[in-house]
Each structure stands twice: as C-alpha cells, then as structure tokens.
C-alpha cells in the first residue's frame, strides 16, 4: 500500500511539473504574439490580417483576440491560470479535476496546430507566413522587392473592436468560459470516485466566481453594445450573445442546487445535469460561433477556418463523457424517502433551477434554427422579429423566477409555518404593490405582462431587501445570496422601463423630407439638421455645429440648448456621434450618449456627407434623380419642386429647326430662406434618334439640371443635378432615443457582481474553517 502511495505521489508530482511546463510554454506564445503585433510584423499572416500601422496601440489587446487563433490561445491561458491556482490548494480531487483540465489543453492547443494530415489541416496556426496563406500574392511587383517588408501594411482590426469595451469584454468572457470547467472538472471527479456530495464544498466558490466573471462578461458586452452600436439599445438576442448566456442561466440553476446539496437534500441528478450542461453549453457556443453555422445571423460569429469537425469531437467528447458517467452513477444516488414541504426553502429552490433550465431551453432552441436546419434538411426560419420572439417567452419566465426570488429566502429549510411565512410576506408585498402601480401610473406602463414583470422586479427586490435588514440583520457573511437577487431585480426593472418607456424625440422639423434619403429613414424618427441652423427637439433646440475628424474617426458636433424660465437660450452640454472611417472593411457609425441621473439621450447619426468641399469651383458629382411632376427634390442648401413638362414653340430662338420636338421642365427653387428662383432645362429629340439636352444652371445656389431621359409609358423623368462643391451647406440626419430610468439596471450590474464576489469571498472564508 504504502509503495503504491508513494508511485501515486510520484505520478501527481510528474502531472503538476508536466502541467507547470505547459503553462510556461502557453504563457511564452502568448508573449510571442503580442510581441509580433507590436512590432508589426506583418509577414505573418495573423499580424497581417488583424492589425496594421494606423490603428491605435491602445487596441493591440482587441487585435490579440480578433481571429480565432488569439480567441482559443486566450481560453487555454485563462485554463493554465486556473489550472495553477487550483495547484495551491491541494485536495482529494485534485488529480481527477487536473486530469480534465489537462485533457482541455489537448482539445484547444490541437486548435493552433495547423499541422497537416493530407488534405487535412488540424487546428490553425498563428504563426504561419502570410505567402504561405496568400500564394497568388506572389505575382505582385512589390513581393518581388526584395524590402517589400518596409512597404507592407496589414488589413487592421475590424472598426466594431475598435473601442475600449472590446479591449475588457472577450477577455473577461473568456475567464468566465474557462472558470466554468472547474466545476465541470469536481462534478466528473465526484462521479469517477463515487464521492457525490463531498467536492461540492472546495467547488461552490469557484461556481460563484465563474457566475460572477461570465455574468461580468456578458454584462460587458451589453454596455460595449449600447455605446459603440447604433441599434438603440444593450440587448438584441443575438445568437451569439444567446449562447454566452445560456452556460450563465444553467450554472445559476446548478449552483443553488450544489447548496441544497450541502444540506444533504435530493436533487443529485439534476445538479449534475446542470453543472456538466454548463459546461457543454459553453463548447456548443464555441461551435455555433466558429463553425460558420450562423453564416449572417450573428454580428459576433468568426468566419470558418475548417474546424467544425474539431470542435464537434471537442464537444461530443465531453458530452458522452458526462453522459456516461451520470448513467452510471445515478443508481447510487440516494432516493428522497419523502417529498419536500410546499412551504420550504429546498422546494422553490429547486422549482427555481426547473425554471432558469426552461429559459435555457427555449433561447438554446430558437439560437439553434440553423444548426437544426443543416443536421435535419429542414427549412426552419429563424423568428422574423427576434426581440419579440424571445421577450415573449422570456418574460413569463423572468416574472416567476424574480417572484421565486421575492419570496424563497423568507421560508426556513424543510419546513415553514404558514402564518410565520404570510406574517414576513406581507410588507414586501405591499411595498411592491404600491410602488409598482405608482410607477405603472405614472410611466403609462400598461402592458399586461409589462406590469406583471415590474410588480415582479419590485417584490424581488423589496423581499430580498427585507430578509437583509430583518432576517439576517444586515450580517455580510449570509447575504451574498440576497445582495445578488437584489441586483438581479434591479438589473431587469431597469431593463424593462428603459425599454418599454423609450423615445425617440428626434422628430423631423426642418422643411427637408428625409424620406427623399431612402425608405429607411422616418420623418418622425430623423431630424435633419443643416449645418448652423437651430431646430426643436423635444425639450430641447439642437444645433448641428460641424464635423472635425481625429485620425480614423469623424466627429459630428450637436449643440444642445436650453431655455431658462425667462426664455434666454443656453447651452445645455454637446453629443459627438461620430463615424469611424475604413475604406477596406467599410465605415461604422457610433453614438454618444448623454447621462443624466434619470435618463440617457441616446444620438447617432444615420446619414451624413463625409468628405469637405474644398475645390470652390467643381461641381459635386452629379446625382440621377427619376422624378414625377410634382416631386421635390432635395440639395443640401435648397428644395426643388417639378412641374409638368411643356412644349416649347420659339425653336427658333434656340438657334433650332422647325423639325425639331423641344420640350422644357420648370424646376421652381426654394432656397433655406423661402425665396424663389426657376431652372428650366431643355429636351430636344432630332429626326426621332438624336437626343440633346441643354442644361439649366442657377449661379446663385450653384445648380445645374440636365434632362437626361424621359420615359412617356410611365411619365417619369430622369434628371441629372449638380452641386457646386462650395454652394453645399453640410448636412446631417441623425436619430436620438431616450432611455428613462437605464442607470437602474447599471446599478443592478454592479449590486450583483458585489453580491457574487460576497459569496465567494465569506464561502472560502467558511470553507477554511
């Protein structure tokens, strides 16, 4: 016995320098990578690819984690930091959580190999040289330079990544994928060794942890959404976004049944379920983001370099492995020799993870519409209105879960007298009632299930408050849970007025038709603003000062104003809204945003002129305009309105014969101030085949019409107008939205990491006990 402890100890020390080399090595590609983007060593092709001289070097970290190479080497490093943690504190499971992490490394580092077998190619490598991904760039003058490395620049990083959220959100996400493996790892190392309860204990504070860094992440990526997109808002049900949510609701689940378990309650096989789900959740995000399975569903999805087969043995390794091993365990699980009280704790708690596994369900089947559509053969769409589709089934569930959250914490385990459990209810109920129909009242909230999730959110967060003060005596050690669900329900409450109360105040009042633009834009939703003019805009007068450009990025300003009670005009604060400017991957417009304590003003701009006007003399290119008589045509400093076209007799006064069939097109003109000035262009047909047209300029304004065609089946006529360059006045149209009452559910971001990390810290604190 004694010889075959030592051999095991011989064995786990082999296992923890194996495991420490590994870290140093993936620790020094790490290095190595960033080393080369900033050097800007463009002939590898990843450097080539996602960086390149003129982007910020504050933005080396977002170039790092663009491609999917940087992606799957940040996942392995976040693993070897956790790995070497969990090595500090050594316990009976250790060798079997290790073994799980280390069989990880294999799946994600064959995921950099790039190594050929054949036709197939094994992973993707980093550092592979750009001519050897680009052969056909060999052919180009500047390869045959010998220095053609002097000359190279890279394709750069994708505008949307360029902003400071992209530089904090995948790593933060990416920890909280990697945490969600170490209780994925004490779950398999519980069944392997029989040991079923046991390593709940070294596990839950780990389980908090992973709750908190994915919930940072997630919660992260929402706010780079509301500040660097121009959708008008934090959350869109994006797959993507789907499927990092989804492990998060899952572990929820499984992290409050670990605590049932603790006290020696019976729901064994779901907790398993849902710790392991977690972590195959996790995989199947990977999968659907890197397979090119979403194609254009999805903002965030890499495109597919080949390794959908990898990923798919890298998931169905681990989901058989789980599989396999729960079957086999579950006779041993301990039977419950009665069912749980109506009114005890363990009972809701566990209707709750039934609850958060349902809504896990749900987005994972609609995300999954094109997974299923490519396993099966079947034409599924995906759901026209994603936002309505999931907050229809959503929100019945979030209404039960914060009403489970409201009330659970006030029932004692196994247990509760009715009275003594109505008697604690009563307050938080009626402080709810009252403050949720006021607030109904008052924001005009009158949605049925709207109500219903505010009353909801109140009551989570009024009981949760009360169990602090009352029943725990406002003592930290107990209270993560409660801090957590207090954020939690001020997290959805202030999604859920911000959204449903928002508003556009950017309603059109200038004389200018924005529709003339495109069918997009929407009088009652774009303001048009020329620039130095001053326009009402709620309840304030906006002014559209210039644009000034700061290396990539163009700047708009809008002035807002304010009037005092005496009715003087004074300058409230200014929004820059800006566009990011990129040629070779196409420009990006991103908002601004004013805070306010009870409100955001929410401004993007959705059409502007990007270019200055400098040559005085040129006329801008000419735009093709198929007009109708009656029409008004649009310039950036005047309106036109057509007539009808007309006959005109005194050819001769044209210097034109008789044979000739000439006809005019009076274009009366408006300038910004409401005078009037007439273009007339000319359209003449000779011997039925020759077409001249003579073109009509107004010096004045800097215009100038031509007829270019007129088709008589239909009575539209195609002009040709230019513009002066110098006679443009610049122009923007821009949307502004605002959120009442968003700084609400930033409060509930940041109650309930504090409530996570005061789990986790008080948990170590009582396992070390």
């Known amino acids: 016995g004694r010889h075959q402890n030592n051999a095991s100890l011989s064995w786990y020390r082999l296992g923890v320098w194996s495991f420490r080399l590994h870290s140093t090595a993936i620790i020094g590609i790490v290095a190595v990578l960033f080393a ?8 590898y092709h990843y450097v080539w690819q996602h960086s390149n001289t003129e982007m910020p070097l504050k933005f080396i970290f977002s170039c790092f984690w663009e491609g999917q190479e940087g992606s799957f080497l940040l996942w392995a490093f976040w693993h070897v930091v956790l790995g070497n943690l969990l090595l500090l504190r050594r316990n009976k499971y250790t060798s079997v959580v290790m073994s799980v992490f280390a069989s990880v490394q294999v799946f994600l580092v064959s995921m950099l190999l790039g190594v050929y077998f054949g036709e197939y190619r094994l992973g993707s490598n980093p550092f592979t040289v750009m001519l050897r991904e680009h052969p056909d760039f060999m052919g180009l003058p500047m390869f045959n330079n010998s220095d ?77 959404a509301y500040e660097a997109l121009s959708f008008g ?37 779901s907790m398993y379920l849902l710790i392991t789900l977690s972590f195959i959740l996790v995989l199947y995000s990977t999968f659907l983001t890197r397979s090119g399975v979403l194609g254009e569903a999805s903002v965030h999805s890499f495109t597919d370099l080949g390794m959908s087969g990898q990923l798919l043995v890298y998931l169905l390794f681990y989901l058989v492995l789980s599989v396999v091993l729960i079957a086999k365990s579950t006779p041993h699980f301990r039977t419950p020799a009665k069912e749980e009280e109506l009114l005890s704790r363990e009972f809701w708690m566990f209707v709750g993870a039934l609850v958060l596994f349902l809504s896990a369900f749900q987005i994972t089947l609609s995300t999954s519409i094109p997974v299923i559509n490519k396993v099966f053969g079947t034409k599924l769409a995906p759901p026209a209105d994603a936002i309505a589709h999931y907050n229809g089934w959503q929100e019945p569930l979030a209404i039960i879960i914060l009403i489970l959250m409201g009330f659970a914490q006030l029932l004692k385990y196994k247990n509760t007298p009715r009275r003594s459990f109505f008697k604690t209810l009563i307050i938080p109920f009626i402080a709810a009632a009252l403050l949720s129909t006021a607030t109904v009242l008052w924001l005009r909230m009158y949605h049925p299930f709207h109500v219903a999730l505010l009353f909801a959110g109140v009551f989570a967060f009024f009981g949760n ?41 950017s309603k059109n009042a200038s004389i200018y038709d924005v529709n003339q633009l495109g069918k997009e834009f929407n009088n ?3 303001i048009l603003l ?18 000034e450009k700061q290396g990539v990025n163009l700047y708009f300003n809008v002035e807002y104003l304010q009037k005092n009670p005496s009715g003087k005009m004074f300058h409230a604060f200014t929004l820059r809204p800006r566009v990011q400017l990129n040629p070779r991957m196409g420009n990006v417009a991103e908002p601004d945003t004013r805070h306010f304590l009870d409100k955001d003003i ?67 003109m408006y300038n910004s101030t409401g005078a009037q000035s007439w273009l007339k262009p000319i359209y003449i047909l000779r011997d039925s085949t020759e077409i001249i047209s003579i073109p009509s300029e107004q010096e004045e304004a800097g215009i100038k019409v031509i007829i270019q065609q007129i088709h008589p089946e239909n009575g539209t006529i195609d002009i040709k107008l230019s513009e002066k360059k110098s006679m443009q006045r610049d122009f923007i149209v821009m949307q502004a939205v605002v959120f009442p009452y968003i700084n609400l559910l930033w409060i509930g971001c940041i109650v309930m990491l504090f409530g996570l990390g005061t789990s986790i810290y008080y948990r170590i604190k009582f396992n070390k006990k």
Request: net charge negative; proline share 5%; no cysteine.
């Open 524 to 526: 009652n939703e774009n």
């Open 233 to 269: 808002g934090f959350w869109a049900w994006d797959p993507v976004e789907n499927a990092s949510l989804v492990p998060w609701i899952t572990l929820a689940g499984g992290a409050h049944l670990m605590m049932l378990q603790q006290r020696g309650k019976n729901s064994l096989l």
């Open 465 to 505: 408050v009360h169990y602090f003060i009352k029943i725990i005596h406002g003592k930290l050690p107990r209270a993560g849970g409660a801090i957590t669900h207090t954020g939690f329900a001020l997290l959805i409450t202030g999604a859920l007025i911000s959204m449903a109360t928002q508003h556009k105040i």
């Open 148 to 224: 053609y490395l002097l000359n190279l620049d890279g394709r750069g990083l994708n505008p949307l990544l360029q902003n400071y959220w992209m530089t904090i959100h995948p790593p933060t996400l990416f920890l909280g994928f990697a945490s969600v493996l170490i209780p994925f790892s004490y779950a398999i190392a519980g069944l392997v060794l029989r040991d079923f309860r046991d390593w709940i204990r070294p596990a839950l504070p780990w389980t908090y942890f992973s709750l908190m860094a994915l919930g940072a992440g997630i919660l992260m990526g929402g706010a780079w």
């Open 602 to 668: 929410y401004t993007h701009v959705t059409w502007a002129i990007l270019e200055d006007n400098q040559d005085e003399d040129d006329y801008a290119e000419p735009q093709i305009k198929t007009i109708r008589p009656g029409d008004t045509i649009f310039t950036s400093s005047t309106f036109i309105v057509a007539d009808s076209l007309f006959r005109v007799n005194d050819v001769a006064e044209l210097g034109l014969s008789n044979e000739d069939v000439v006809v005019g097109l009076p274009l009366k």
């Open 36 to 43: 080369m983007l900033y050097y800007h060593r463009f002939e």
């Open 530 to 547: 020329m620039q130095g003019d001053t326009l009402q805009m709620g309840t304030y007068w906006v002014v559209y000062s210039g644009k």
